[in-house]
């Protein structure tokens, strides 16, 4: 196994460090290991795991979207039906959100929080484990609504009363398993959230103070508050729902009591926080990607920690802003709450600029996806605040320029990060790293594909044209924009697959074990390639938010002596 040498330069494979491999040790068997992945309680092989169950998903989803886009290339039905069309945006919706993007971020976090803090597991193994094995679980259960009779959730990914209800009566239990499935989800992200949180403020190595911490473990810090405070009010509604539908009750039913717009209420005090738990890890990955490719210390730490503190105070405070044309709701006081959290994002916004200003920028595949995040997530900021002014949301609600704005936050907040993080840590994750010029193909393909998909949506928005509609006039003007976006769905789709076979011939090349290929700050560029069981033989100290920097510039009088153990923190017991 790879290990840095203690000389003080970081074992990179671009200084005097030097790379220590092993002799080779025959293989297991396929049987023992397919046993030791599907029984493991280590949170490097759990994190993978995580990565290519929500990817897979990914997969399902985008597939989803490309059949949407295939219906609203022309006037009229021709691919699917209404009820079909119904199914598919709610499907598509749901899996992206619940279980790509939030399954994607607890890989990354499972993966590199306790590298980052130099601790051997995460707090609770076998609870972690326990809390990944529910996701695939609650995937199949969402997905084979798509086999009952009545076919899959067609309400919308948000599930609103009294569409949510009325399949109830006729005998369809589609989203009776959208609802099991997304309380299987809400449990274990709720159970994932305990165990960072104990992870991060427990297990910390020796000198790694709170304000030492990576950017990216205080996002998943934030994140997992939010998880924790938010998710069980999803939960709550959730099972309102299911009794409302099945078991007689009235929760959300108006004729007999109940109130839709609770239903509201209960889902967006879940659903605003759950914006940021999406879009707060990928602010991490960003945050830990332009100072490498910038050779620069990132600009203002400690602001990015208090604006990640704000961000997560004020977004339980926004809620109702999904809510303005409903007038069930305090017009002002949300619409100026919505202006304030676009300040702490703004201060990250400059930093991470100020982070690149007069660095000596390398634009390698990671850095790529990191600066197309910048431009696509700022239009999604702006568009934001837009539909912020309560006049012009009235004007917008339930139009194009909505699904516009959602897509340029989630897709720009999160798609590109992921990308960024998958060819960042790629190297630590396996050994090896991807095609530098497969990923600059990926990375255009998708940078024009998004946009040519979604910002013609403004448009059409704009001009009146209606989300959720699997048809629309041939008359009114929308034919050419939404060709435009169906091809640009199939650019997309271009820039997976060619991530995809980046990834397979990687995978087939042998290791090169680089520990370090970038030159990076944090610790886990201080260990092997891939991490060993425990993460480290031993730890390089830490005396800033940079040890592995520290170390390669001129700390080596600091370096422990290579045959001292590891200082490990204790692990907690279960």
Do not use: C
Not at 379 to 394: L, R, T
Not at 399 to 421: C, N, P, Q
Not at 444 to 467: A, E, K, S
Not at 515 to 540: C, K
Request: charged letters at 10%; hydrophobic letters at 50%; aromatic letters at 14%.
């Amino acid at each position: 196994m790879a290990a840095i040498a203690g000389n003080g330069h970081g074992g990179n494979g671009h200084g005097n460090g030097q790379v220590a491999v092993g002799v080779a040790e025959p293989l297991p068997s396929l049987r023992t290991r397919a046993y030791d992945w599907l029984t493991t309680t280590d949170h490097k092989k759990i994190g993978i795991l995580y990565i290519i169950t929500a990817f897979f998903f990914f997969v399902v989803a985008g597939l989803l979207a490309e059949l949407i886009r295939a219906e609203l290339a022309k006037p009229g039905l021709q691919v699917v039906n209404d009820q079909t069309y119904n199914e598919l945006f709610t499907m598509h919706g749901t899996i992206m959100i619940f279980l790509f993007v939030m399954p994607m971020f607890s890989g990354f976090a499972n993966f590199l929080v306790p590298l980052m803090i130099g601790a051997p597991d995460v707090a609770f193994p076998r609870i972690n484990a326990l809390s990944f094995w529910m996701v695939p679980v609650a995937g199949l259960i969402m997905v084979s609504g798509f086999l009952v009779k009545g076919g899959a959730a067609a309400a919308g990914w948000t599930g609103y009363p009294p569409l949510s209800q009325q399949s109830a009566q006729l005998g369809e239990h589609g989203q009776d398993l959208w609802i099991v499935a997304l309380i299987i989800i809400a449990a274990a992200s709720l159970l994932g959230s305990i165990n960072f949180i104990t992870t991060i403020l427990k297990m910390r190595a020796p000198g790694m103070t709170m304000f030492r911490m990576p950017i990216f473990v205080w996002n998943t810090l934030v994140t997992s508050l939010l998880g924790l405070l938010a998710i069980p009010v999803l939960s709550a509604g959730l099972i309102m729902l299911f009794i409302d539908r099945n078991l007689g009750g009235s929760f959300f039913d108006p004729t007999r009591g109940g109130s839709a717009i609770l239903w509201q209420n209960v889902f967006w005090f879940f659903g605003h926080p759950e914006v940021y738990i999406l879009i707060l890890p990928a602010f991490g990955i960003i945050s830990e990607i332009i100072p490498v490719f910038s050779r620069k210390p990132l600009f203002g730490y400690r602001a990015f920690v208090f604006a990640t503190l704000s961000i997560g105070a004020l977004s339980f405070a926004v809620w109702a802003h999904h809510m303005f044309a409903t007038g069930a709701v305090l017009l002002p006081f949300f619409s100026i709450m919505t202006f304030l959290i676009s300040v702490p994002t703004g201060v990250k916004m400059f930093n991470w600029i100020a982070t690149m200003w007069g660095g000596k920028i390398k634009m390698d595949t990671p850095m790529l996806f990191a600066v197309g995040f910048l431009l696509v997530f700022l239009i999604g900021g702006i568009n934001g605040a837009f539909a912020a002014i309560v006049p012009f949301d009235f004007a917008i609600h339930d139009t194009y320029f909505v699904v516009a704005h959602l897509h340029y936050v989630l897709v720009g907040g999160s798609v590109f990060a992921i990308f960024a993080g998958f060819y960042f840590w790629m190297p630590k994750m396996t050994g090896r790293k991807l095609s530098e010029g497969l990923g600059k193909l990926n990375f255009w393909l998708l940078f024009i594909g998004v946009n040519m998909t979604f910002f013609p949506m403004h448009t059409l928005g704009l001009d009146g044209m209606q989300r959720r509609i699997a048809d629309y006039p041939a008359n009114a003007g929308y034919t050419g924009l939404n060709q435009l976006e169906s091809i640009g769905a199939v650019i997309i789709a271009l820039s997976v697959l060619t991530f995809i076979v980046n990834f397979i011939i990687t995978m087939r090349k042998p290791p090169t074990h680089e520990v370090d290929p970038w030159e990076a700050n944090t610790l886990e560029w201080a260990t092997s390639s891939p991490p060993p069981p425990q993460n480290f033989t031993q730890l390089i100290p830490i005396r800033s938010e940079r040890p592995v920097f520290d170390f390669r510039h001129g700390t080596r009088r600091a370096a422990p002596p290579p045959s001292a153990p590891a200082p490990v923190t204790p692990e907690v017991s279960q």
